[in-house]
């Protein structure tokens, strides 16, 4: 019933930029938290950053005054802009949503989806 679609990732030189963009679409009746997570081979999934419907954010250390995340709620879309990369952000970068939404059954429902997932590569 809901589908997050990523787009942006890619290949970045150390110090380059990226923005991330992941877009809800489906029978949507509002959003809650968005973020953004990542995974690197061989470790375990970790919060990148996360912004609530109000704003507020929240940011992993090892991103802080270089990873900004914003939302337009009027796109059901979340973005993540990188700067100064770093060959340690390379990983696969996970969309992720708490989202009220109509169910077959159409009853409101609450469920927390996840996007298919965009790669991002910071070499030289």
């Known amino acids: 019933q809901v589908q997050l679609v990523e787009s942006g990732g890619g290949l970045v030189q150390p110090g380059g930029s990226l923005r991330l963009s992941c877009a809800a679409s489906?029978?949507?009746?509002?959003?809650?938290?968005m973020g953004w997570y990542r995974q690197a081979p061989g470790k375990q999934r970790e919060l990148v950053a996360a912004?609530?419907?109000?704003?507020?954010?929240n940011y992993a250390d090892s991103v802080k005054g270089r990873f900004t995340i914003s939302r337009d709620n009027a796109k059901n879309t979340v973005y993540l802009q990188m700067n100064s990369l770093k060959p340690e952000d390379t990983a696969v970068y996970y969309c992720?949503?708490?989202?009220?939404?109509?169910?077959?059954?159409?009853?409101?429902?609450?469920?927390?989806?996840w996007g298919q997932g965009t790669q991002v590569t910071v070499s030289s």
């Open positions: 912004i609530t419907s109000g704003g507020s954010t």
């Open positions: 992720n949503a708490d989202v009220d939404y109509l169910n077959k059954w159409y009853e409101r429902s609450r469920y927390d989806y």
């Open positions: 489906g029978t949507i009746f509002s959003i809650n938290a």
